[in-house]
């Protein structure tokens, strides 16, 4: 019980509490699924159907920003991975300190190649934030 | 000790959106009025519009990218892409699936039943945009008439006066819901009365009244044939 209580007092003195995050940019189309649901501070689950695009921003804890070319899975993975661009306007990220970060969306795009399931770390600031992606069969 | 959240500041976005709302209209009239938003799609991040490559004054175009693309059939596109400020650098258009839909150059494939996005890539793999495709399996090819006034599916027989002129053109269907898409075709012509021409178009044969008389015109792809009974009237 102390331990969980010093737990949270030093999640809150550094905040610690405060993660960054994944979210779609964009839906699948009538007949397919691609739903992210966060599980926890770091993880989050996307089911994609196979086949079936989704976008997906990066949003990094304290106003960091997500290194995404360090992003990196296999062509031939579950679900392979690539750099998205987005001509969504400039971003203004303030950290706690107080400095400013000026930049595009960290936008990547997210595809099920084939039924299964993968993990995939991504880059966020000075945190790793766990991608794990479900490909489920076409209907 | 007093310590601030971080934040992002979604102002600069927010006023782009009101300046953006009258251009967004204009896009809209401009598109409502083009006629060419039946025959594609924009793609799932705004970015680009991919349209079916054809003539906007060709009907034979109408399906266009509303409807799944026939399994065996092929498409070529036209991509645009649309986002401010980008001068794409040999976009390639990669399949999520191409055990589904193939791409080669501007060009689809359907392959097999099924769904796949395909992606818009940048010469360094970053994908601009993406849109997503279904191909269907056809159970049948019927025969439609391409004007400037209608593009419907032909009776099993009509009548032409001499020097009519008719452009036909084969489409597949599953179970009675049209589908788009091209394939190799074979034209045979029994009777008399008229001729068969090839004008270039690989989709279409025009059918010209020459004297009177019947015949049938046959067009088989795909393993489908549709027939067409001809008459020529005096």
């Known amino acids: ?139 | 000790m007093t310590l601030r959240s971080p934040s992002i500041d979604l102002s600069n976005q927010i006023v782009g959106i009101a300046r953006g709302s009258s251009a967004v209209l204009l896009l809209a009239l401009a598109a409502a009025c083009s006629g060419a938003d039946n025959r594609g799609t924009t793609g799932a991040l705004g970015q680009s519009d991919i349209i079916q490559e054809c003539d906007s004054r060709d009907l034979a175009c109408s399906p266009g990218l509303d409807v799944p693309i026939a399994v065996g059939a092929s498409e070529t596109l036209q991509l645009h892409i649309t986002a401010r400020g980008v001068t794409p650098d040999r976009i390639a258009l990669v399949s999520t699936r191409p055990d589904k839909i193939y791409t080669q150059g501007t060009t689809i494939e359907a392959k097999a039943a099924g769904m796949s996005s395909i992606l818009l890539s940048n010469a360094d793999k970053t994908v601009l945009d993406f849109f997503t495709l279904t191909a269907r399996t056809p159970t049948a090819l019927r025969l439609h008439r391409n004007s400037t006034t209608s593009n419907a599916a032909l009776p099993n027989k009509i009548d032409l006066l001499v020097g009519d002129r008719v452009v036909l053109l084969p489409h597949f269907y599953e179970n009675g819901a049209l589908l788009a898409g091209v394939a190799e075709q074979t034209w045979t012509l029994d009777g008399s009365g008229f001729s068969i021409l090839n004008e270039g178009d690989i989709a279409s044969r025009t059918i010209v009244g020459r004297s009177p008389g019947t015949g049938t015109v046959t067009v088989k792809s795909l393993g489908f044939e549709a027939k067409l009974t001809l008459q020529v009237l005096p």
């Open chain 1, 1 to 139: 019980m102390r331990a969980a209580l010093l737990a949270l007092v030093l999640c809150g003195a550094l905040m610690g509490c405060r993660h960054g995050r994944l979210s779609a940019l964009t839906t699948s189309p009538p007949g397919a699924v691609s739903t992210l649901a966060t599980d926890d501070s770091v993880t989050s689950t996307l089911t994609l159907t196979e086949g079936i695009a989704v976008a997906l921003e990066c949003n990094a804890m304290d106003g960091l920003t997500c290194d995404l070319n360090r992003l990196y899975v296999a062509p031939n993975a579950i679900a392979p991975v690539y750099l998205g661009y987005g001509d969504f306007g400039v971003q203004r990220r303030t950290t706690s300190n107080g400095a400013t970060t000026q930049a595009s969306k960290a936008v990547f795009i997210v595809t099920g190649a084939r039924v299964g399931t993968q993990v995939i770390d991504v880059p966020a600031g000075s945190e790793t934030l766990k991608l794990v992606v479900n490909v489920i069969p076409q209907k």
